[in-house]
């Protein structure tokens, strides 16, 4: 039974900044009838599905975040100034279409030369640089705790008991879906030959008389599946994306004896260790494609007739390749958030995070060492349906300890929000925190640029971090003179939220105050954010 509340949705908890005449008013009560949104009873249209991100609440009753809202009315004819956001990611598809023409470039480096030009330390980093060097598959981070017994005892066997429940899981998942596929092919096969065709849809189905208990259940089969997808080639297609995905965790992220890093040469628990890598950081192979995925929502270029539109027009992607297809190390990042600081990055998106981190204070010192530096880290909430604040449930890296107060200023950690406007607009699969997330934005289902000049939909808090990002960049390259911590806050306080309640996990059991799961109980917002932006920068507001 899906849960019906109604859905009023407030701005600036009962105050919203419009536009008026040329200039910028704070209005002290609520637009007219924001109250009484109606719920958005009717499927979005191919259009909207690829875009939702970026729609109006108030007029598409979309939750996005009013991006073109912004850039019609607040900065159709100004000029921003660029704004360097560093993709700490999976490799990024270099030669993508709709990213080949943003791309940070180190001009003080000569390509192919194999020398430190510009003496940072990194040679031949033209578009950013890559810690991982040839490598990708990877355990997680408790799977290398055990196999080094690393840790303190108590931590260690939290990680032991993990690693070997997710291990049943995964073979007992791999073997459903296993067996899912089998019976769905035998019925395929059994169906094209009584149509003597390989295409057919449910009507199709229903055309077949049969008594035969083999034939029925092969109907039976199909049918349900063709209730979830288009057609059987997609369905085998989601199978077989099931089946590698927990056949990659067996043999690597949870296999004890596997070693990804061999490759790479370093010793990954000494942070003295750094001349490894390289400096290209261009995707290993076609199924890479987080980081690329993660770059087109930032700043795809805009209106060029392809694809996808990023948030942010003024920006120039760096590439740091620092996340494998398992759990990130600690070093990795901590280098890599040091080589976007030292080399011009603003704001850094970190689409990662893992529940054990043995070195996690390599990383709190580099976000200290970016706050230092007034650079942004945009961080992804994780995607477990759980509370952060219940420390049983933690996610590295974040910006406090034992949900004290922040490390730094300047960390943003964001959960993902549905297209459905109402009470199931909270992700499923977001986890949440009044301490431990600041907003939520846009992650389910994004549509955005895939290697090989690909595009497709992809869900996660994964996604919804660079769509701040992108609205970060957006309102600092229009409003220069801030400083990071000034952009949290703008962020945070102009959002958007709801006095109703949402579920959280997925379940009614968990229906609860949206201003109850962030920190700020708000919803990313670009248009409030940029007239907010100006306030500030012209000292009308203090934060």
Not at 140 to 146: F, H, I, N, S
Not at 182 to 207: F, M, P, R, S, W
Not at 244 to 272: A, K
């Amino acid at each position: 039974m899906t849960m019906k509340l109604n859905n009023t949705f407030v701005a600036l908890s009962a105050s919203l900044f419009l536009m008026g005449c040329g200039s910028t008013a704070l209005v002290s009560t609520p637009i007219e009838n924001i109250d009484t949104l109606p719920l958005k009873v009717t499927p979005l249209t191919e259009a909207q599905k690829q875009h939702w991100g970026h729609a109006n609440l108030l007029t598409d009753t979309i939750p996005g975040m009013s991006v073109d809202k912004a850039y019609a009315e607040l900065i159709a004819n100004k000029k921003g100034e660029k704004i360097i956001v560093a993709v700490l990611d999976a490799g990024m598809d270099l030669e993508h279409e709709d990213l080949v023409n943003i791309l940070w470039t180190n001009e003080d480096e000569i390509p192919g030369n194999g020398i430190d030009d510009d003496n940072n330390g990194y040679i031949d980093d033209i578009h950013g640089y890559n810690f991982l060097g040839e490598s990708y598959d990877e355990q997680l981070e408790m799977t290398r705790m055990v196999g080094r017994n690393m840790g303190d005892p108590a931590t260690l066997a939290k990680a032991k008991a993990k690693l070997e429940a997710d291990r049943n899981k995964a073979m007992q998942n791999k073997e459903r879906y296993e067996q899912i596929m089998q019976a769905v092919t035998n019925a395929d096969t059994a169906v094209q030959e009584v149509l003597g065709k390989e295409i057919y849809t449910k009507e199709d189905l229903a055309t077949i008389e049969t008594e035969e208990e083999e034939m029925l259940q092969n109907l039976g089969i199909l049918s349900q599946m063709l209730s979830m997808a288009g057609s059987i080639a997609e369905v085998k297609e989601e199978l077989n994306g099931a089946i590698s995905y927990f056949t990659d965790q067996l043999n690597y992220n949870l296999n004890v004896d596997f070693n990804g890093r061999e490759i790479v040469g370093d010793d990954p628990y000494d942070i003295t260790d750094t001349n490894y890598g390289n400096g290209n950081p261009h995707i290993r192979r076609d199924d890479e494609s987080h980081g690329t995925h993660v770059a087109g929502i930032i700043a795809a270029e805009r209106n060029n007739g392809l694809g996808a539109n990023g948030v942010a027009n003024n920006v120039a992607l760096m590439s740091i390749r620092a996340v494998p297809n398992g759990d990130e190390y600690d070093k990795d990042i901590a280098l890599g958030i040091r080589y976007a600081v030292d080399n011009g990055a603003k704001i850094i998106n970190g689409s990662f995070g893992k529940p054990f981190s043995p070195n996690a204070q390599w990383v709190y010192d580099a976000i200290k060492y970016a706050a230092e530096h007034d650079v942004l880290f945009i961080h992804a909430a994780g995607n477990d349906g759980k509370d952060l604040d219940d420390p049983n449930n933690p996610n590295f890296p974040n910006d406090q300890i034992n949900n004290g107060p922040e490390m730094a200023d300047n960390v943003i950690t964001v959960g993902a929000l549905e297209s459905k406007y109402g009470s199931e607009m909270v992700a499923g699969f977001s986890n949440y925190g009044k301490i431990n997330v600041d907003l939520f934005a846009p992650g389910a289902k994004i549509y955005s640029t895939m290697p090989n000049n690909e595009y497709k939909f992809m869900g996660g808090t994964s996604m919804a971090a660079p769509a701040v990002a992108g609205v970060a960049a957006l309102v600092w390259s229009y409003y220069p003179s801030l400083k990071a911590p000034q952009i949290k806050q703008i962020l945070m306080q102009s959002g958007l939220t709801t006095t109703t309640k949402v579920l959280v996990s997925g379940e009614e059991s968990k229906a609860t105050e949206f201003q109850n799961i962030s920190k700020s109980g708000k919803m990313v917002n670009a248009y409030n954010a940029l007239i907010m932006a100006e306030q500030v920068a012209k000292g009308k507001i203090k934060l």
